[in-house]
């Protein structure tokens, strides 16, 4: 038997239970989506600059008996490159199109890449074209991995070109007139 | 007679309390893949870092309310699957919906975190809530992969 007292308690805690759903809105349901990103490998490379021209001369006639020297006013070119790996490490290497002419060797340097993420590191003395070749891929960068270096013509390693008369060959040089290489960078996955 | 009583009054008034079945649908998602198209410019740049998902990317309908003044709310959250700090996700409503009930808030975007967060609220039965999602830090720098989560969508009824 509930008393009248009881019945007014349990009234009042019903109702105050109900005064609580009111007063306080309640979770009644949840439900979600999902947000998926795919993220794509990717590897670009391009090179900023103006073609580089060197030009083989007279020490003078107060130099006589002295190499030749070579006239460079070249600016530095430029590589900007954007990476995207999942893991590893890739590389920029650069192939000339063609040996130089005897007496005169190239060297080609990488100073130091600017940008963000992993932009790698320039080998140590840069790589060297000769007489002899090589026209194979050279590594002039590694330890590339996801970065971005900019996309600005002077943004990115700044590649420095120094032609030099090989004394080694120097005997076989001749005024052959004009003439010319092409040198390709690629950015490749370490081999 | 008066205990039957009782137990009579007290199962009306639970079911008064309970008569409020509101519910709803959350329909959609987000696929999104970033290649060299999402790249800023040429070789050298890096990814847009904000990029926007169709305006209808997730769609909410509310039903089963009680009438046009049974008043709701939607909070929002995330839980993170393989996820980078360096991204942030936010929403924004993008329609009204159709009902007779109203809709408020959600009109500028709410990040998402993961605390649960008042997203929007509204009154009676709405259909086709069109909501947007907004990722925030791409980069080059997330490296190829994966990455998700799932966004969690809460329906609190206050009647």
Redesign the interface.
Known sequence: ??SRKR?TI??IV??M??VG??AF??????????????????A???VSGSDLTFAVESPGAAAAGELPVVNDSNTPTYI????????GARKIDVKASAALPAGLKLNIRAGTPT????VGTPVAGGVMVDSTGPTTDQTIITGI????????GT??PAIYYTLSIDEATFGSLTTAGASGITLTYTLTANS | MSKVRAICVSLLLAAAVSAAALSFEVSGGWPLTLNASNLAGTAGSDFISTHTSASNAVIIDIADAVDQFEIWYIDIHKVEGTWDDSLAISAIRTTDGTGLGTIAGGTVLTEITDTTTRFFEGAGNRSSIHIQLVLDGASVTLGAGGYSLQVVFTLLDDS
């Not at chain 1, 900007?80 to 893991?87: M, P």
């Not at chain 1, 940008?115 to 992993?118: A, I, Q, R, V």
Request: one cysteine or more.
């Open positions: 038997m509930f019945l349990f009234f019903v109702l239970t109900a759903f009111s809105a309640q979770a009644v349901a949840t439900d979600l989506i999902g947000v998926t990103i795919t993220v794509d490998a990717i670009l490379i391009k900007q490159y954007t990476s995207v790996v999942a893991s940008g963000h993420g992993g991995s996801s970065c971005a270096t900019g996309s600005g943004q990115g």
